[in-house]
């Protein structure tokens, strides 16, 4: 049974639900002057007018012949699309106990009887006002969250436009560098300079997002241990332009763990645990800010010291002459604190501080008139292994003498990969990618005479080619018009298994500027066969080559890889800016690994059923294309015989490859050098 009381200007509804007509009376009267107000007289009535006509707020009789006021009240708690009306009891029951079963049961409020209309109306306001207020705070929540999401593909879609350009500016002084016997030494020294800066950007790019989770404390801290004196060596180099123009020096001590300061060599070693990019990015920042703020001609100090104790840490103090102003100093590494700074943010020393708490340390300052500024950087304290210490790394594109160990191992490395390559046959390569500089880099970096190599500058364009000329390799652009690289490759791989005798499948590598794991195993999964994240150098071009040419076996023996191999310690050589990455992806690959032995594990015989041998075959090709990506090329090869041998249906070889590429696993000694 139900009675509506309708006043058209009114914005809220109330439901009355009353089996007493006096006390519906009552409500009545007190509430439709301010509110429109329906009515049902027992529970059912009222769970069907909640449902047809969501009210705004419900005063609910507990005391109702068939369904009681509690069973209503439980009924729509229940139900998502109610369980947000607010309900206040009308009851004639004073016990404390039944208001809390009420107030238990999601009741916002009592109302006991008899009916006092002042209360009701004061409490009905008050509750309407109360749900306005949540609503609004939801509706910002959600608000807030897209903007944070919209900010955060902006970001993801900005790191990837500006990775294009990007290409060209670290490349093409890589590509004019190859012939630097035609260029001046100060040449060859600006096309260092551009290259560096490049990669810089790059690095700047790659942390953008990064800080606006540090913000938000969901960053991921992936800490290695660091030489974090060749960090700060590294700054003090990119920063020469501007100590120059102010005649700045540097002073950069280091202690020996026994209090005694001294000027550093060449030859220390400072440990931390951090990241690199990280640590490069925060000192860069803080010691381009001591610079900047040193009066003209004086010195920059830079001391680390140990200060080994329970927490391990180490402390890095920066100094300069200048002083920090008055008004700054008690909020200095607050957000947008800045003064006397033309062109600053404030932004600085906010996120050092960021970052400093992030790696697990701490930032401070002092400054005063007589001893000028000082900020001081603790961190964790971390072991560096002498033998993993490179003369270069993802952050240093500086030049380096071409007598020094790192040059006299690229120099070995680049020519035993170029010998390597001039002794396969000729491969038909096409190059995908709507940049048409890229293109050109991508053209030039594989100018080997035993290549054919043909573009295209959209998908569309590049199946049309593919289908009249059959490529064996294709590196393929992940966002063209017309077809993307993740349609294109689809399409290629269903026709190729239309074409029954069309032997082999295409190598199709990625190259994206996107930099996640989610999207390398997606492209993985999809029928890539490796990924390469731009900006891609012509060493990670050949031996992506090397990695799937070089040692070409006939699928007709793939069974056959290796098996009575006696294994002894293999170095493999892995690019130096993947060194925090290996790990979690060894143990990755391990996880997989066992996954195949789960599947073979519920198998009674050596027959398989259709469905194990196709998990079986897409874990083997995320073994290949994983360790094939990662420079592992012999545990590669080995998930590429997987692959083959579940779709042969040959358990026998499966299980033989899983205990080799076991065995191989534990016999790797990795060494990490530059790849560029």
């Given amino acids: 049974m139900e009675k509506r009381y309708v006043e058209k200007s009114k914005e809220k509804n109330i439901l009355i639900v009353d089996d007493t007509e006096s006390n519906i009376d009552i409500l009545v009267d007190t509430l439709s002057n301010d509110y429109e107000v329906s009515v049902t007289m027992d529970g059912e009535s009222a769970i069907e007018n909640v449902h047809e006509n969501p009210p705004d707020l419900i005063l609910l009789d507990i005391m109702m012949p068939g369904i009681d006021g509690y069973e209503v009240c439980r009924r729509l708690k229940a139900d998502e699309k109610t369980k947000d009306i607010p309900i206040i009891f009308i009851t004639a029951l004073s016990q404390v106990e039944d208001e809390t079963k009420g107030l238990k049961l999601g009741a916002v409020d009592y109302v006991t009887k008899p009916i006092s209309p002042p209360i009701v109306k004061a409490r009905v306001e008050n509750h309407l006002e109360l749900k306005q207020a949540r609503e609004n705070l939801e509706r910002q929540n959600h608000i807030l969250q897209e903007n944070i999401h919209l900010r955060e593909e902006i970001d993801r879609i900005s790191r990837h436009d500006l990775k294009t350009p990007l290409n060209s500016i670290i490349s093409i002084p890589r590509v004019l560098l190859q012939d630097s016997s035609r260029l001046a030494s100060d040449q060859v020294e600006l096309l260092e300079i551009i290259e560096q800066s490049g990669y810089i950007m790059l690095n700047m790019i790659n942390l953008s997002l990064d800080m606006f989770k540090m913000e938000k404390g969901s960053y991921k801290l992936n800490p290695v241990p660091l030489n974090i004196l060749s960090v700060i060596k590294k700054i003090i180099f990119a920063l020469r332009s501007l100590t120059d123009s102010k005649a700045i020096k540097f002073n950069l001590l280091i202690d020996d763990l026994a209090d005694n300061i001294r000027a550093a060599s060449d030859y220390d070693i400072f440990g931390v645990l951090g990241e690199e990019l990280l640590c490069y990015s925060m000192f860069a920042n803080l010691i381009k800010n001591a610079v900047e703020a040193s009066p003209n001609s004086t010195t920059v100090t830079i001391e680390l010291s140990h200060k080994i104790s329970e927490n391990e840490q180490v402390k ?77 790394s993802i952050l240093s594109k500086t030049s380096s003498s071409i007598d020094s160990p790192t040059a006299k191992l690229i120099n070995s490395m680049k020519s035993r990969i170029d010998s390597s390559l001039s002794q396969l046959p000729q491969i038909r390569i096409m190059v995908v990618d709507d940049d048409e500089h890229n293109q050109l880099i991508l053209k030039k970096y594989l100018n080997y005479p035993e290549f054919y190599i043909e573009l295209a500058d959209n998908g569309q364009a590049a199946i049309n080619k593919f289908k009249e000329k059959n490529f064996d390799l294709i590196f393929m652009d992940m966002e063209m018009p017309v077809m993307d690289g993740i349609e294109t490759v689809s399409l290629i791989r269903k026709w190729e298994s239309d074409q029954s005798n069309r032997g082999e499948n295409a190598i199709i590598i990625a190259l994206s500027g996107h930099d996640d794991p989610n999207t390398c195993q997606n492209c993985l999964d999809i029928g890539f066969d490796a990924y390469l994240s731009k900006p891609v150098n012509s060493r990670q071009l050949r031996e992506s080559i090397l990695e799937f040419f070089g040692n070409h076996n006939d699928n007709q023996n793939y069974y056959h890889y290796e098996n009575d191999k006696q294994h002894t310690k293999t170095q493999v050589e892995i690019d130096a800016d993947l060194e925090d990455l290996i790990p979690s992806f060894i143990s990755d690959k391990q996880s997989e690994i066992e996954q195949i032995k789960e599947v073979m594990s519920k198998s009674e015989s050596p027959f398989l059923t259709e469905k194990g041998y196709k998990i079986i075959q897409k874990l083997g090709h995320k073994l290949k294309g994983g360790f094939n990506m990662y420079g592992f090329k012999d545990q590669g090869s ?21 205990n080799l590429l076991g065995s191989s696993l534990s016999d790797i000694e990795i060494r990490y050098v530059n790849m560029n």
């Fill in 638 to 658: 080995i998930g590429s015989v997987i692959e083959e041998a579940a779709k042969q249906h040959d358990f026998e070889a499966i299980k033989n490859s899983l």
């Fill in 316 to 392: 890095i103090a920066i100094h300069n002459e200048g002083v920090v102003p008055t008004s700054i100093r008690d909020n200095f590494f607050e957000k947008y604190a800045t003064a006397e700074k033309k062109g600053g943010t404030g932004l600085g020393t906010y996120s050092a501080k960021l970052m400093a708490q992030t790696l697990g340390g701490e930032i401070s300052m002092s400054t005063s008139e007589i001893n000028g500024t000082t900020i001081t950087v603790t961190l964790k304290y971390a072991e560096i292994d002498i033998t993993k210490i490179s003369d270069s």
